[in-house]
Antibody, heavy 114, light 112 residues
Framework: QLQLQASGPGLVKPSETLSLTCTVS??????????WGWIRQPPGKGLEWIGN???????YYNPSLKSRITISLDTSKNHFSLKVTSVTAADTAVYYC??????WGQGTLVAVSS | DIVMTQTPLSLSVTPGQPASISCKSS???????????LYWYLQKPGQSPQLLIY???SRFSGVPDRFGGSGSGTDFTLKISRVEAEDVGVYYC?????????FGQGTKVEIK
């Protein structure tokens, strides 16, 4: 059974970089069978697709966030990562990692505040 | 981006009664491969969204058969044949045909 767990700092200062990691168990992130994504949900609001990465390393980023996002794979640790630069309060959200579209991690809350 | 519009935004249902949620997309979700990439999720309180239905009408692993999906093109429906207490939460539709994937605003289901 595929399982995902997002982790990272719960608090980031404005203008800094948000960094999260998603650890995958029950499957290899380098498998051509899977690809991997990040979704976020501001408190009390709906869901937004951030982007995804394929086993080859190629990526898709939501154009609304594209200039600030990097998603990468680390096959040696079987995890993938998300970086969001120049964060503001609008980036405060629960961040979910997922294997689209059926397997989601528990989510991690990131607050942007000084 | 494709706009997904759900109705109603909230629903109060008596246990054992049916429930239905509509989801309309701003463009057709029919892909060149003949499939509509329309998904339904349930987000229970304090949990991650869990996939109920994929490609309009296929139930994901472990999903009870009281959940059913239908539709094509721009109009889709999720039906719960007999609502149970464990079905409370927010239901989201999501389209995966066009990039970026986009979600409806959610329908909150509560039990009377």
């Amino acid at each position: 059974q595929l399982q995902l767990q997002a982790s990272g700092p719960g608090l980031v200062k404005p203008s800094e970089t948000l960094s999260l990691t998603c650890t995958v168990s029950g499957g290899s992130i380098s498998s051509s069978y899977y690809y991997w994504g990040w979704i976020r949900q501001p408190p009390g609001k709906g869901l937004e697709w951030i982007g995804n990465i394929y086993h080859s390393g190629s990526t898709y980023y939501n154009p609304s966030l594209k200039s600030r996002i990097t998603i990468s794979l680390d096959t040696s640790k079987n995890h993938f990562s998300l970086k969001v630069t120049s964060v503001t309060a609008a980036d405060t959200a629960v961040y979910y990692c997922a294997m689209p579209f059926g397997y989601w991690g528990q989510g991690t809350l990131v607050a942007v505040s000084s | 981006d494709i706009v997904m519009t759900q109705t109603p935004l909230s629903l109060s249902v008596t246990p054992g009664q049916p429930a239905s949620i509509s989801c309309k997309s701003s463009q057709s979700l029919l892909s060149s491969d003949g499939k509509n990439y329309l998904y339904w999720y349930l987000q229970k309180p304090g949990q991650s969204p869990q996939l109920l239905i994929y490609e309009v009408s296929s139930r994901f692993s472990g999903v009870p058969d009281r959940f059913g999906g239908s539709g094509s093109g721009t109009d889709f429906t999720l039906k719960i044949s007999r609502v149970e207490a464990e079905d409370v939460g927010v239901y989201y539709c999501m389209q995966g045909t066009h990039l970026p994937p986009t979600f409806g605003q959610g329908t909150k289901v509560e039990i009377k």
